[in-house]
């Protein structure tokens, strides 16, 4: 994987940085926050190897953060990875593909409360077919909570979200008022 170089002036320090393209695919890339304060670094998540890579490693911290990067993850993957899609296709039962990458990707931090709570939240969802019969369900599941629980302002694709972190910072994903994805 090639790794995305933020730029040193201008930028705002980002935990993540979403793109949603307008073909229905999406990219994902997480700032690695084993390099910091002495080199600002995105590294991308293509599939949930990625995902599982950098909370394992613990390239990203922080409660909310782990949650977010291995939903992102699993959603980049199943929209956007062309392998996996072709998997997907070609799965005898899609749920239980997607129920075997979601407990993957929960073995990266085993520990983490706030990582079941979203494997276990998609699962939901996954069990009502919304995932299998809308392949656009995994991008705008994540963003559809923080919609229903902020203060989402539609017509500037804008939101208000605060998560909540003890160690702060670039450990948790909040940016007051920027936008929700790209």
Same mark, same amino acid.
């Not at 931090?109 to 276990?120: D, G």
């Not at 369900?137 to 229903?148: K, N, S």
């Given at each position: 994987?090639?790794?995305?170089m933020?730029?040193?002036?201008?930028?705002?320090?980002?935990?993540?940085?979403f793109?949603?393209?307008?073909?229905?695919?999406?990219?994902?890339?997480?700032?690695?926050?084993?390099?910091?304060?002495h080199?600002?670094?995105?590294v991308?998540v293509?599939?949930?190897?990625?995902?599982?890579?950098? *909370?394992?490693?613990m390239?990203?911290?922080?409660?909310?953060l782990?949650a977010?990067?291995?939903?992102l993850?699993?959603?980049?993957?199943?929209?956007?990875?062309?392998?996996?899609k072709?998997?997907l296709?070609?799965?005898?039962d899609?749920?239980?593909?997607?129920?075997?990458?979601?407990?993957y990707?929960?073995?990266?931090?085993?520990?983490?409360?706030?990582?079941?709570?979203?494997?276990?939240?998609?699962?939901?969802?996954?069990?009502?077919?919304?995932?299998?019969?809308?392949?656009?369900?995994p *991008?705008?599941?994540?963003?559809?909570?923080?919609?229903?629980?902020?203060?989402?302002?539609?017509?500037?694709?804008?939101?208000?979200?605060?998560?909540?972190?003890?160690?702060?910072?670039?450990?948790?994903?909040r940016?007051?008022?920027a936008?929700?994805?790209?």
């Amino acid at each position: 994987n090639q790794s995305i170089m933020a730029s040193s002036t201008g930028d705002n320090l980002r935990s993540l940085i979403f793109k949603l393209e307008g073909n229905g695919t999406a990219s994902f890339s997480v700032l690695d926050q084993l390099l910091l304060p002495h080199e600002t670094k995105y590294v991308p998540v293509e599939n949930v190897e990625d995902a599982w890579d950098a *909370i394992r490693s613990m390239r990203i911290r922080g409660a909310p953060l782990i949650a977010i990067v291995a939903v992102l993850g699993l959603s980049v993957d199943l929209t956007s990875n062309e392998k996996t899609k072709k998997e997907l296709e070609d799965a005898p039962d899609a749920k239980e593909y997607i129920y075997e990458k979601m407990a993957y990707l929960q073995t990266s931090r085993p520990t983490a409360v706030n990582l079941f709570n979203a494997m276990e939240e998609l699962k939901a969802i996954v069990q009502n077919d919304a995932l299998v019969t809308n392949p656009q369900i995994p *991008i705008h599941a994540p963003t559809r909570r923080f919609r229903q629980s902020s203060h989402w302002h539609p017509r500037r694709r804008r939101s208000t979200i605060a998560t909540h972190c003890r160690r702060g910072g670039v450990h948790s994903p909040r940016r007051v008022g920027a936008p929700l994805w790209g």
